[in-house]
């Protein structure tokens, strides 16, 4: 176990990453020398920097002199000019996956996996934990919107991390308490087939400690398999629900008229309380109880867990209310699947019942709309008008006859869509023709979130 000492100088190859920039903040925290480089600057690099951290644009071999270890984005291939120097001075190298046992080593480890919703739940059960003064440490995939962080160390012994599957990274962890929100296929240039994908989890879940717990998503078949695959064990499992009856954990009276979403909390068929949450959609009830059942576990009641939920702010990019513009209100978020999008088209239909809704979707990845295209063609039947960008390639290559404009004139047979081959050109779109009552949703998990900007800043 490599032994992460007060002081140690650790150089962070690709630290504007999300999930590395969260790990040079926590090492930060706990006393370690920090270094980093990334090709472009950014809002998380400087502000490691003013925190401490030594940054650097661009990428050379004397970046690494004098570092006791690095730690490498899996974005960066094993010829990177930095680890080709640190291997020839001996310098050990770890990728993130084989990194976090070391990092959480001695910890209370509650980790949430999850095709959708990860994000929201792994940010929910800290907003519930440190509103009830535990005090966790914690990594989340995205700034959250309490505390503006995405890492911080607690006085705590619980560490709460968003257990990404990405790369298999959450097979690095040994969770004392682990949430599965969904099981869906996904990341296709990654796992190849949906039974790589639940091979994947099925073996995240096989790594929680002998005594420790699963929390799953009934109402999810790829999760609900998870917890009965467990509990034939005699493993603990908590699962929970809205649809599956058995559910330990459900929610019932179900009320999205207004602007919170509001439900009654039932454990074992027991009603327990009200919630009222700031954030809509089924899938954030779901979300809600996943962190209310976690959060539970380490002794948070449910009353406690409730009052807290009802001032949690969504995390960024997640249903992130950017701002308003002459009675259109603009949304950001990182839907970037079919189901994904499905659900926060009809959030927003429910939360804003009189509202013409627009949706400006940024495609991501070639893999991912060769995949599931038909999904894509079919899941923004909620929305009024669509509006589809250039596909963000992100680390791949085109993939003849996989582009927008193509994706586009399928839709079209369904609803009102156009191609906008410029952020410019969108903007200029809703400028001319998004009128009060209104909502627009971006979806992107690339750079399209600048249209919000560009939109609400524009000259009338």
Request: aromatic share 8%; with cysteine.
């Amino acid at each position: 176990m490599l032994e992460l000492r007060r002081g140690a100088r650790v150089h962070v190859i690709g630290i504007g990453g999300a999930g590395l920039s969260a790990i040079a903040r926590i090492l930060l925290e706990r006393g370690c020398v920090v270094s980093g480089s990334d090709m472009q600057s950014s809002e998380i690099t400087e502000q490691l920097a003013a925190d401490g951290a030594r940054v650097f644009q661009g990428h050379a071999a004397s970046h690494v002199q004098g570092v006791d270890l690095a730690l490498a984005t899996s974005a960066v291939g094993d010829d990177h000019i930095e680890l080709v120097a640190a291997k020839a001075c001996g310098i050990p190298i770890f990728r993130r996956k084989s990194f976090m046992r070391s990092l959480l080593h001695g910890c209370d480890t509650i980790a949430v996996a999850g095709t959708h919703g990860k994000t929201t739940t792994t940010s929910m059960i800290i907003h519930i934990l440190e509103s009830s003064g535990v005090s966790p440490s914690y990594i989340v995939g995205g700034a959250m919107g309490n505390s503006g962080k995405n890492a911080a160390i607690g006085c705590g012994e619980s560490f709460v991390i968003e257990a990404d599957e990405y790369g298999n990274m959450f097979h690095g962890l040994d969770p004392n308490l682990a949430v599965v929100t969904t099981v869906e296929h996904d990341h296709p240039d990654f796992f190849k087939s949906p039974y790589e994908m639940t091979a994947a989890f099925e073996r995240f879940v096989d790594l929680i400690t002998d005594d420790g717990i699963l929390v799953a998503c009934a109402d999810d078949p790829g999760a609900r398999a998870l917890a009965e695959s467990r509990r034939r064990e005699g493993d603990a499992v908590r699962t929970y629900g809205i649809a599956a009856a058995d559910a330990d954990w459900r929610a019932a009276n179900l009320d999205f008229s207004g602007p919170s979403t509001r439900f009654t909390v039932e454990r074992n068929g027991v009603a327990q309380g009200e919630v009222s949450l700031g954030v809509p959609g089924l899938h954030n009830v779901l979300n809600a109880l996943a962190a209310l059942a976690a959060a539970y576990e380490r002794g948070v009641s449910v009353k406690q867990g409730a009052a807290a939920l009802g001032s949690f702010v969504a995390t960024a990019r997640r249903f992130e209310i950017r701002g308003v513009r002459d009675g259109v209100v603009v949304v950001d978020d990182y839907a970037h699947h079919p189901t994904e999008i499905k659900v926060n088209l009809q959030a927003a239909r429910w939360r804003y019942p009189q509202h013409q809704i627009w949706a400006i979707w940024q495609p991501h990845t070639f893999s991912r709309i060769k995949q599931f295209w038909s999904g894509f063609v079919g899941a923004f039947q909620e929305a009024d008008q669509v509006l589809v960008t250039p596909i963000y390639a992100a680390r791949e290559s085109a993939i003849d006859g996989v582009t927008s404009a193509a994706l586009v004139v399928e839709m079209q047979s369904r609803q009102p869509a156009e191609y906008a081959p410029t952020f410019d050109l969108a903007v200029d779109r809703l400028r001319r023709s998004a009128r009060a009552p209104a909502v627009v949703l971006i979806f992107s998990a690339g750079d399209a979130n600048l249209i919000a900007d560009k939109y609400l800043n524009s000259p009338v």
